[in-house]
């Protein structure tokens, strides 16, 4: 059985550190604004990433941690304050409290490997959220989820039923998740749904993306005698597995490999890309730039 692990270190040292995400057109003085800024509030910063797409005409992108004392107290102030840098530069542009944890709802459906990681990576503090329920359309899981305090709610999903399913799938999360993660959820989510959680829905998807898009990627993998597969963590988006990606691996396979060894593999493949895209995610380390990703992992 799975014992819940909590620990109270990492959320007293995150108290007063705040993680800023900008992207806009890439121009001198940048850093410079933002330094002087973080600098004249008393911020401190820890870490600081940055990526241009092109030196000349392109996007300018970057991620701070900075501590603050009393951030708290100071947090819609500071927010406020830094929107006359932001109107200069003309960025999009964001301010978390690393403190707040991100709350995730994750679909499932009958295979446990993806949720299983998740779970894992949570007890251990490695994914630095809270998960607030899981919801399957199946009740297989239930045994391995209610033991650690998290809610699980069965909600069937048929050809007839999928858009009822919906609608209390939204009731369930709306206001009380920040991002939903599809743990081998094998439903399509519907435009509207989405429409709910833009750039919040993580899919794991059973293949090195772009290839093998749809269902039964392995047995497709397998029919074109691939040498390499692969799993892809993606936003999910209207055009089915088409969002933007934001982690990928890979393994060699060879001829000797049949389907049900390239979907053990595959598993292992799965997990892994998936607990790096969602903490990734919680962590404030992925912007969207239409359809691609920046990650300061």
Not at 92 to 114: C, G, M, P, Q, Y
Not at 123 to 152: C, T
Not at 156 to 184: F, H, N, W, Y
Not at 188 to 212: C, G, T, V
Request: glycine share 6%; charged share 25%; hydrophobic share 40%.
């Amino acid at each position: 059985m799975i014992t819940k692990v909590t620990s109270q270190v990492k959320g007293n040292d995150l108290k007063n550190r705040a993680r800023m995400l900008v992207s806009c057109p890439d121009q001198p003085g940048i850093v410079a604004a933002v330094s002087r800024f973080l600098f004249e509030h008393g911020a401190n910063i820890v870490q600081s990433d940055q990526y241009t797409m092109d030196p000349e005409g392109g996007l300018f992108f970057i991620r701070i941690e900075f501590d603050l004392d009393r951030l708290n107290e100071r947090y819609e102030q500071l927010k406020k304050d830094f929107t006359a840098v932001a109107d200069q530069f003309n960025m999009k542009w964001s301010i978390t409290l690393a403190s707040r944890k991100k709350r995730l709802a994750i679909f499932v459906s009958k295979e446990d490997h993806a949720l299983l990681e998740s779970l894992w990576h949570w007890q251990s503090g490695d994914l630095d959220a809270d998960i607030a329920m899981v919801i399957s359309n199946h009740n297989d899981m239930r045994e391995l989820v209610e033991p650690l305090g998290i809610p699980y709610h069965h909600i069937p999903v048929t050809p007839g039923t999928k858009a009822e399913a919906e609608r209390r799938q939204l009731e369930l999360v709306s206001g009380q998740v920040d991002a939903v993660i599809l743990a081998r959820y094998m439903q399509i989510i519907s435009p509207k749904f989405i429409e709910h959680f833009p750039n919040r829905i993580i899919n794991i998807h059973h293949s090195f993306l772009p290839a093998f898009v749809g269902g039964k990627p392995y047995a497709q993998a397998y029919n074109r005698g691939v040498k390499i597969i692969g799993a892809t963590a993606h936003y999910v988006t209207e055009e089915l597995d088409g969002g933007p990606i934001i982690e990928q691996d890979v393994q060699r396979v060879s001829h000797r490999d049949n389907v049900d060894d390239l979907k053990r593999i595959g598993r292992h493949i799965e997990r892994t890309v998936l607990a790096r895209a969602v903490a990734w995610h919680v962590e404030d380390r992925v912007i969207v730039h239409q359809n691609k990703t920046v990650v300061f992992s």
